[in-house]
């Protein structure tokens, strides 16, 4: 099946500062998702992306489909940015393959 | 934008009794919903998919017999965890595809003592 790989796996920032997390996708996809799972366990949806580029404030993300890989993009972080992003791809059935997710701490 | 809720969010049962869990999409039909199972710093393992008005479909190696899934109308599916054991303790979340966008309930974390 599809392999969903995420870097870094594990991310500590200071407050204000940016970052990038990283998709690789083993094969072409319908559907790539960003989620953020906040501490309290709840999954929020943050682009819908199979490709191109999306904004939504100080969050970005950018697919090149042909290359199999997504950048998710934080800018000026915030302690509330904190959590586990997730990356998830829906190769071609209805399932949604997740990958191990990137834990961002962001410190005051 | 679309919503989906699952309840409960916190449920304690002791070992041997069943425990349900409820998932809704509350503005929207969504005839497949989905059960994953996230283990402590863990991604997400994808348990069954949930069809409307037939059985569900499993992934290897989850039992149905423990997992019953049951998606009676276009807005609800329950899945219930029987004979409960303390392995079984976990978060469960359920999610639903409204157009290319797929939306997760609130999870419910089960504590099996």
């Known amino acids: 099946g599809i392999q969903v790989e995420q870097s870094p796996p594990d991310l500590i920032l200071q407050e204000g500062a940016n970052s990038t997390l990283r998709c690789n996708f083993s094969?072409?996809?319908?559907?790539l998702q960003w989620f953020h799972q906040n501490p309290w366990g709840q999954l929020i949806n943050l682009f819908y992306?199979?490709?191109g580029t999306k904004q939504n404030g100080r969050l970005s993300a950018t697919t090149v489909a042909t290359e199999r890989y997504s950048l998710l993009y934080i800018s000026s972080s915030q302690t509330t940015d904190s959590g586990v992003y997730f990356c998830?791809?829906?190769?071609?059935?209805?399932?949604?393959?997740f990958g191990k997710g990137t834990k961002l701490t962001v410190n005051p | 934008g679309a919503v989906v809720s699952q309840h409960p969010s916190w449920v304690i049962c002791k070992s041997g009794t069943s425990v349900k869990i409820e998932c809704r999409s509350l503005?929207?039909?969504?005839?497949?919903m989905f059960w994953y199972r996230q283990f402590p710093k863990q991604s997400l393992m994808l348990m069954a998919t949930?069809?409307?008005?037939?059985?569900?479909?499993?992934e290897q190696g989850v039992e149905k017999d423990k997992f019953l899934i049951n998606h009676a109308s276009l807005t609800l599916s329950t899945l219930t965890v029987t004979s409960a054991h303390p392995e079984d303790s976990s978060f469960y979340i359920c999610?639903?595809?409204?157009?290319?966008?797929?939306?997760f309930g609130e999870g419910s974390w089960l504590t099996v003592v």
């Open positions: 992306i199979p490709s």
């Open positions: 949930s069809n409307e008005g037939s059985k569900a479909t499993y």
């Open positions: 999610s639903a595809r409204e157009r290319n966008t797929i939306y």
């Open positions: 503005d929207f039909q969504a005839t497949t």
């Open positions: 094969d072409s996809v319908n559907n």
């Open positions: 998830a791809v829906i190769p071609g059935s209805e399932k949604l393959v």
